[in-house]
Nanobody, 121 residues
Framework: EVQLVESGGGSVQAGGSLRLSCVAS????????IAWFRQAPGKEREGVAC????????RIFRPVKGRFTISSDIAKNTVWLQMNSLKSEDTAVYFC??????????????WGQGIQVTVSS
């Protein structure tokens, strides 16, 4: 069974940084794309970033481009989301998700439970 576990969330002041981790099991990690999504209360879920472990290509969504980076360690089955210059509008529950179809998959089959990120001014 596929399992994705997020960690590293918490509270930070605007302008600060956090690093989220997503540890995957139950899949062939190097064949999958791992993406980060986020959802704020009352808002639609939106994409944040993605790394395709099959070739190392990455996608950063426009609202966080230039502030967030994504990285992957195949040996550790882990993807990190480094979040810098955080803004209050980055406050959300962050989810990692996996799909074998790459970063532009129309839907992701496997999801973590989510982790809270709160940015205050």
């Amino acid at each position: 069974e596929v399992q994705l576990v997020e960690s590293g969330g918490g509270s930070v002041q605007a302008g600060g940084s956090l690093r989220l981790s997503c540890v995957a099991s139950g899949l062939t990690f190097e064949d999958f794309a791992i993406a980060w999504f986020r959802q704020a209360p009352g808002k639609e879920r939106e994409g944040v970033a993605c790394v395709d472990n099959s070739d190392g290509t990455k996608r950063i969504f426009r609202p966080v481009k230039g502030r967030f980076t994504i990285s992957s360690d195949i040996a550790k089955n882990t993807v990190w989301l480094q979040m810098n210059s955080l803004k209050s509008e980055d406050t959300a529950v962050y989810f990692c998700a996996a799909d074998i179809g790459g970063c532009y998959a129309l839907e992701y089959d496997d999801w973590g439970q989510g982790i809270q990120v709160t940015v205050s001014s």
